[in-house]
């Protein structure tokens, strides 16, 4: 990452590897962190071997505020959102808890004047109009796959969309081109695009079946770039001022 000038976030997505989020991007120049509850922790036991075990099935607004006021490294509340995806059979429940979830990461974002990091997952529609009946749209939905037509309301309000690796994969068999996250890329503007690895997952195309690196962004930079007809410079550079402006980093 030093070598190619590349900066990273270490994302929160309980409140223990939150802690350790915080730890490294103390001790680590060029990394921030993020805290909160990733929504499928709110309602499932799924548990992922890099992650660790998660116990944690809901926050509070004065516990996310305390967790991420013990550092100036913390620059925004997620990951937070909604996962419609995995759910289990009883769904209203479970998409009631995690709707009232995201409300209170919502909430201590406010409180916090710090922006959203957001995991949408089958729920683009809804989370619209979550954040439109909040009266806060600042942040960004990651890891970004949905069409234009989902992500223009979400624009609309004041979001940034960040792509990641999947965006190199290509269309899906049979799949209308018109609904691909290219389409997306090409609409969106330069001025709420991020780019992003979600390492140590879903590595690009160049790199399928390895672990995913922060490194890596460079492939997702360059596949934007080739969408849009650009530079990779200017890609970089425009991404980069972005997510520096968004954020608020130093």
Same mark, same amino acid.
């Given at each position: 990452?030093?070598?190619?000038?590349?900066?990273?976030?270490?994302?929160?997505?309980?409140?223990?590897?939150?802690?350790?989020?915080?730890? !490294? $991007?103390?001790?680590? @120049?060029?990394?921030?962190?993020?805290? *909160?509850?990733?929504? %499928?922790? =709110?309602?499932?036991?799924?548990?992922?071997?890099?992650?660790?075990?998660?116990?944690?099935?809901?926050?509070?607004?004065?516990?996310?505020?305390?967790?991420?006021?013990?550092?100036?490294?913390?620059?925004?509340?997620?990951?937070?959102?909604?996962?419609?995806?995995?759910?289990?059979?009883?769904?209203?429940?479970?998409?009631?808890?995690?709707?009232?979830?995201?409300?209170?990461?919502?909430?201590?974002?406010?409180?916090?004047?710090?922006?959203?990091?957001?995991?949408?997952?089958?729920?683009?529609?809804? !989370? $619209?109009?979550?954040? @439109?009946?909040?009266?806060?749209?600042? *942040?960004?939905?990651? %890891?970004? =796959?949905?069409?234009?037509?989902?992500?223009?309301?979400?624009?609309?309000?004041?979001?940034?969309?960040?792509?990641?690796?999947?965006?190199?994969?290509?269309?899906?068999?049979?799949?209308?081109?018109?609904?691909?996250?290219?389409?997306?890329?090409?609409?969106?503007?330069?001025?709420?695009?991020?780019?992003?690895?979600?390492?140590?997952?879903?590595?690009?195309?160049?790199?399928?079946?390895?672990?995913?690196?922060?490194?890596?962004?460079?492939?997702?930079?360059?596949?934007?770039?080739?969408?849009?007809?650009?530079?990779?410079?200017?890609?970089?550079?425009?991404?980069?001022?972005?997510?520096?402006?968004?954020?608020?980093?130093?």
């Amino acid at each position: 990452m030093r070598e190619k000038n590349i900066w990273a976030m270490t994302i929160g997505t309980a409140t223990e590897n939150g802690k350790k989020a915080i730890a !490294l $991007a103390d001790a680590t @120049e060029g990394i921030w962190a993020t805290v *909160g509850l990733h929504p %499928s922790h =709110t309602t499932s036991d799924h548990v992922d071997t890099d992650e660790g075990k998660v116990d944690e099935h809901d926050v509070t607004v004065e516990g996310l505020v305390s967790l991420a006021r013990t550092s100036k490294k913390v620059v925004a509340i997620g990951e937070a959102g909604l996962d419609f995806f995995r759910l289990p059979e009883d769904r209203e429940p479970a998409i009631e808890k995690q709707e009232k979830v995201f409300r209170t990461h919502i909430a201590a974002a406010k409180e916090l004047e710090l922006p959203l990091v957001i995991h949408c997952r089958d729920a683009l529609t809804r !989370l $619209a109009e979550i954040l @439109e009946e909040a009266g806060y749209a600042k *942040g960004v939905v990651h %890891s970004f =796959t949905g069409t234009w037509e989902e992500a223009k309301p979400l624009i609309d309000l004041g979001m940034h969309i960040a792509v990641n690796g999947i965006a190199t994969f290509g269309l899906r068999k049979g799949q209308d081109p018109k609904t691909s996250i290219d389409e997306t890329i090409r609409n969106i503007p330069m001025e709420r695009l991020l780019v992003e690895t979600d390492a140590p997952w879903l590595a690009p195309t160049a790199f399928r079946g390895k672990r995913n690196e922060p490194v890596y962004v460079e492939e997702v930079a360059k596949h934007v770039a080739k969408v849009r007809g650009m530079t990779l410079e200017d890609v970089a550079k425009q991404t980069t001022e972005n997510a520096v402006k968004l954020f608020r980093l130093s």
